[in-house]
């Protein structure tokens, strides 16, 4: 079975742009997650997808959003760059949201 | 909302040893715990987890034990091994949700051969 998949791996934008990242499920699995990681932060939470539907918001900026599809798959969209949003983005997959999660190798966004 | 706290931020152990990584949280409704190791490069992977309907739970060289009561999880690696080496992370979430996990900031283990 093949494991969760992201792209693009790595992403170099400026300030004030605007990025959309993707997020391919495990086969099978209707939950997604997605996870901000930085060196001083650590892993935070920033949405959480069950069938399509937003079950929960981590505290970011309206400026982060993010939606599923009907199968399964996510995006996640950052508006308006800031130098800060320079991070490793996460995303993970359940069966469903009681789950075990299983991370894809992430997003690597530069913001110049 | 959930706070968890990791300790200690290194660790660094000979090989052979035993090495205990200690998280405590903050919601008491809380109640799913895994443990995820990271290799350098590479994404968190899970080693572990517990639920509160058990103290502890062990997995080869890996155990993980949790006290309810003091809110506090401990992760357990025996006969430790240069391929250990890794940042491990501890989380928490509820049961019903384990995808709105919040982490601790990591402990970066050290094995030397």
């Known amino acids: 079975k093949a494991g969760v998949t992201q792209t693009p791996r790595y992403l170099i934008k400026t300030r004030g742009q605007q990025v959309t990242l993707s997020c391919s499920p495990i086969?099978?699995?209707?939950?997604v997650s997605w996870y901000q990681q930085t060196p001083g932060q650590g892993l935070q939470f920033l949405f959480e997808?069950?069938?399509?539907?937003?079950?929960n918001k981590g505290n970011f900026p309206g400026r982060f959003s993010g939606r599923q599809f009907s199968n399964s798959r996510s995006e996640m969209n950052v508006s308006t760059l800031e130098l800060g949003d320079s991070a490793l983005y996460l995303c993970?997959?359940?069966?469903?949201?009681?789950?075990?999660?299983?991370f894809g190798p992430g997003t690597r966004l530069t913001v110049l | 909302g959930e706070n968890v706290e990791q300790h200690p931020s290194t660790l660094s152990v000979q090989e052979g040893d035993s090495a205990v990584i200690k998280c405590t949280y903050s919601?008491?409704?809380?109640?799913?715990f895994p443990w995820y190791k990271q290799e350098l490069g590479k994404r968190p992977q899970l080693i572990i987890d517990?639920?509160?309907?058990?103290g502890e739970k062990k997995d080869q060289r890996i155990a993980v034990t949790l006290n309810k009561t003091a809110k506090h999880f401990s992760l357990h690696i025996t006969e430790t091994q240069p391929e250990d080496s890794a940042v491990y992370f501890c989380?928490?979430?509820?049961?019903?949700?384990?995808?709105?996990?919040?982490f601790g900031d990591g402990t970066t283990l050290t094995v030397k051969p």
């Open positions: 993970a997959s359940s069966l469903v949201p009681s789950d075990e999660q299983f």
């Open positions: 086969s099978g699995h209707r939950s």
């Open positions: 997808y069950f069938s399509e539907t937003q079950r």
């Open positions: 919601d008491s409704a809380s109640n799913y």
């Open positions: 517990i639920r509160s309907n058990v």
């Open positions: 989380a928490a979430s509820l049961n019903t949700n384990a995808g709105k996990s919040t």
